[in-house]
């Protein structure tokens, strides 16, 4: 294990060390209007990565008290497996496979994912081609009630049964033992006939008990983003949804949908930054819920400028506030959002430097304050450096990316919460 000193200033390195540099506020106006808040890290070092060279595509998820890793790695051939171990305490566990197989797509931006049920099922998905299309492919979800020694065959949630994409989903728990399941749905695509007027992406939702049953998948939103990640994360009052939404004029801002009596609402803008662009900049939102405090962190370029935003929730998502800007002048954006305890949130992003990009954090209260930016890692502006993630337990937070190189791996830090 390596540790790693803090450093007050920047080192231009291509290392892969982690480094804790603290910059300026720039551009958070509010910051200066009480107090300095503490720099938002502290203790940050690296661990040893549990996954091996030739792996990318990372993500966490906390659950019972532990942070769960997956991440997807190179095998023989063409074949892939996806892993997973648990981080308890700065303790990194064995790696476990959950699924291999030949013909899966691999995609930097559409990546598996993990989720724990309250009953302790453990849920992961993973992309397989269904077809020759460059973007033909399913989702498969597969379900572990042993702690992840043992998984289901893998079902899929849509039965459209399309040779379309179908990705970008986000499984969340929806009560003690049904796993909800929302993701990006190409058979309009299909159906189009390569009319490009009629080609659309929409968001559709179904559920899957913990013994692997189905429910009928239905629209959420019937004209998305193409390819921007979706999230979601679970309020006292049920599940919220956030997306990057697309209007018939091409005006692309986040909108969020609840889960209210079994049903999603009409999605509604997280905030209204009318960012109209023609092509789809997969750069989706993240969400975060303690309770009944909801925060949402993304990136928007309306009006030709690029910048990392953050808006808070008091009523579990039905209303937001002000839109807050955290990014420290020069965004790639690929975003992340973790609330407190104390209902603040920590928001992650990756920054363009000289020679390469950063990822960033800070922490920043309900009323725009916020705390000088730390730097987790240096990193790469390009595609191949992927999505950064982080998950916080007990105060205690951690961080996963992709390095990238021949081979790329990814590398994992945690570091205490500062106040």
């Not at 990006?184 to 692997?212: P, V, W």
């Not at 079994?262 to 309770?291: E, L, M, Y």
Request: charged share 25%.
């Amino acid at each position: 294990m390596a540790h790693y000193r803090i450093r007050t200033r920047r080192r231009a390195s291509s290392s892969a060390a982690v480094l804790l540099g603290l910059g300026s506020a720039a551009y958070f106006a509010a910051c200066s209007r009480d107090r300095p808040i503490a720099a938002p890290l502290r203790g940050l070092h690296e661990l040893e990565s549990p996954a091996a060279p030739g792996s990318g595509e990372p993500n966490l998820v906390a659950g019972d008290g532990r942070v769960y890793l997956s991440w997807i790695e190179a095998t023989a051939d063409t074949a892939h497996a996806l892993r997973f171990a648990t981080i308890t305490q700065g303790q990194v566990g064995q790696p476990r496979t959950i699924a291999a197989g030949n013909y899966w797509f691999v995609n930097w931006a559409d990546f598996p994912a993990m989720t724990r049920l309250e009953d302790g099922t453990l849920a992961a998905h993973w992309l397989q081609r269904s077809g020759p299309g460059r973007y033909s492919y399913d989702v498969r979800v597969s379900l572990s009630r042993d702690e992840g020694a043992t998984w289901s065959e893998p079902v899929t949630p849509h039965r459209d049964g399309t040779e379309s994409e179908h990705g970008f989903a986000s499984l969340f728990s929806i009560d003690s033992n049904r796993l909800g399941v929302v993701w990006l749905d190409g058979r309009k695509y299909a159906a189009a006939g390569g009319n490009k007027s009629l080609e659309e992406m929409s968001l559709r939702f179904t559920t899957i008990s913990s013994s692997g049953v189905l429910t009928e998948d239905i629209a959420v939103d019937a004209r998305t983003c193409d390819c921007c990640q979706t999230s979601t994360a679970l309020t006292s009052k049920g599940p919220i949804l956030v997306y990057r939404d697309r209007s018939a004029d091409e005006v692309r801002d986040i909108y969020v949908a609840r889960f209210v009596d079994g049903q999603w609402t009409t999605a509604r803008p997280v905030h209204n930054d009318g960012w109209k662009i023609d092509f789809c900049p997969v750069n989706g939102p993240a969400v975060s819920a303690r309770d009944d405090q909801a925060a949402v962190a993304w990136f928007t370029a309306a009006d030709s400028i690029q910048r990392v935003m953050l808006a808070f929730s008091d009523d579990a998502g039905e209303s937001f506030g002000p839109a807050h800007r955290v990014d420290t002048g020069d965004p790639v954006g690929r975003v992340d959002v973790q609330l407190l305890e104390d209902r603040s949130a920590l928001v992650s992003w990756l920054e363009r430097v000289e020679g390469g990009a950063e990822v960033r954090v800070r922490r920043v209260l309900p009323d725009g304050r916020a705390s000088e930016h730390a730097t987790v890692t240096r990193s790469e502006s390009e595609r191949a450096s992927g999505f950064p993630h982080m998950a916080v337990v007990d105060e205690q937070v951690v961080f996963a990316w992709t390095l990238p190189g021949s081979p790329a791996q990814v590398r994992v830090a945690v570091a205490e919460v500062n106040r």
